[in-house]
């Protein structure tokens, strides 16, 4: 009899905790992220649009994010071709920059509510390099954009050559020439 009492509370308990993890399945599932949408080459086109000039990241990175710019007043980015960056940590660098390096934060409230690394403007005093304004304040969905541009066209694709500085502009535009063939 005591072990039947046992069953049934043992059986009850596993019932209601199906249902209370169901009910949290359901949430989390509801809350999750929606997944990118399918990159295209619009998408990919914008993208470099805005690398190129709303945010205007070849100021430090240069024009193909290889590190190498025309501008000696910018600070220097690196190059971002040999890394192997997710589309992740490239989102959070361009929306929360990189307190105490030359990389500016390009979400206008990225600060403002610890939105990023849990930090406030009050925090990044502390850091000994001020981070600079942005060329521009960007939505979430362009970075976005640009994050996905770098990983289709730059990031871990090497040390630019002719035949992926055309592949890069999609024709053989009149830099690429400067590049053996």
């Given at each position: 009899m005591?072990?039947r009492?046992?069953?049934m509370r043992?059986?009850?308990?596993?019932?209601a905790?199906?249902?209370i993890?169901?009910t949290?399945?359901t949430?989390s599932?509801?809350q999750?992220?929606?997944?990118?949408?399918?990159l295209?080459?619009?998408a990919?086109?914008e993208g470099m649009r805005?690398?190129?000039q709303?945010a205007?990241?070849?100021?430090c990175?240069g024009w193909?994010a290889?590190?190498?710019?025309?501008d000696?007043q910018?600070?220097d980015?690196p190059?971002?071709?040999?890394?192997k960056?997710t589309?992740?940590l490239?989102?959070?660098t361009i929306k929360?920059?990189?307190?105490?390096t030359?990389?500016?934060a390009f979400d206008?409230?990225?600060?403002?509510d610890?939105?990023?690394?849990k930090?406030?403007?009050?925090?990044?005093?502390?850091?000994p390099?001020?981070m600079?304004d942005?060329?521009?304040?960007?939505q979430?969905?362009?970075?976005?954009?640009?994050?996905d541009?770098?990983?289709e066209?730059?990031?871990?694709?090497g040390?630019?050559?002719h035949a992926q500085?055309?592949?890069?502009?999609g024709?053989?535009?009149?830099?690429?020439?400067t590049?053996q063939?």
């Amino acid at each position: 009899m005591a072990y039947r009492i046992w069953f049934m509370r043992a059986c009850s308990g596993l019932i209601a905790f199906a249902a209370i993890a169901g009910t949290l399945l359901t949430v989390s599932h509801a809350q999750a992220p929606a997944l990118a949408p399918p990159l295209t080459p619009a998408a990919v086109a914008e993208g470099m649009r805005l690398y190129q000039q709303k945010a205007d990241c070849r100021a430090c990175h240069g024009w193909s994010a290889d590190g190498n710019k025309a501008d000696n007043q910018m600070p220097d980015g690196p190059s971002l071709r040999d890394k192997k960056f997710t589309r992740n940590l490239l989102v959070l660098t361009i929306k929360c920059g990189r307190p105490g390096t030359g990389m500016p934060a390009f979400d206008k409230f990225a600060y403002s509510d610890g939105r990023c690394y849990k930090l406030r403007e009050a925090d990044l005093q502390k850091y000994p390099m001020r981070m600079p304004d942005p060329a521009a304040t960007l939505q979430q969905r362009e970075i976005e954009l640009i994050a996905d541009f770098l990983m289709e066209k730059v990031v871990g694709k090497g040390t630019m050559d002719h035949a992926q500085c055309v592949e890069f502009w999609g024709s053989d535009v009149e830099v690429c020439r400067t590049f053996q063939k």
